[in-house]
């Protein structure tokens, strides 16, 4: 438990929160501020940062719960969509540092959006970039 983190505050029951699914690893409670009702915050009961930082015992577990939350949250809101949201890191809009996914439900013309002006590679740009990916991920695979 990190002092100060809102979501640990859930887990430990200092704050109270609409719960929809908790084991030993995972907790799954709706976003007091939600998108569309029913949306869903699933967190690793230990706390880590951001998805990165999650061993992937915690992950498994987290994403297990998400996609059979994915279902439930349809069923529940009459959704016939959702979306799956991880905001890491301040500057991607993480504002409790606390890993969460988030799943929201979606509707036809909800006003829910996540767009931008999309980019355009320029010259052999696109090639090099996939190229130097998979050099750091392969050095990545050799360190561990
Ligand atoms: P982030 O921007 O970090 O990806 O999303 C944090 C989410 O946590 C927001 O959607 C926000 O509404 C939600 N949130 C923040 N504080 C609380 C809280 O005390 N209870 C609940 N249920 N959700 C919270
Ligand atoms: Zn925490």
């Known amino acids: 438990m990190e002092k100060n983190c809102v979501f640990c505050k859930i887990i430990a029951g200092e704050i109270p ?3 929809v699914y908790e084991d030993s690893k995972v907790l799954a409670f709706l976003d007091i501020a939600p998108f569309n009702f029913g949306h869903t915050l699933v967190i ?4 880590y940062h951001c ?4 061993p992937a015992e915690d992950l498994t577990a987290m994403m297990t719960v998400a996609q059979k939350l994915a ?3 349809m069923r529940a809101t009459g959704a016939p969509a959702y979306n799956l949201l991880m905001n890491n890191g301040q500057v991607a ?8 996914l988030h799943i929201i439900p979606r509707h036809v013309d909800d006003t829910v959006a996540f767009s931008a002006p999309q980019k355009h590679y320029e010259g052999d740009a696109l090639p090099e970039l996939a190229a130097k990916i998979r050099e750091k991920l392969a050095k ?3 360190n561990q």
């Open 93 to 100: 809009g993480q504002e409790v540092p606390h890993a969460h």
């Open 51 to 54: 998805f990165t930082e999650i």
């Open 140 to 142: 990545q695979t050799e």
């Open 71 to 73: 279902v439930a949250l």
């Open 17 to 19: 929160s609409a719960k």
């Open 44 to 47: 690793p009961k230990a706390h």
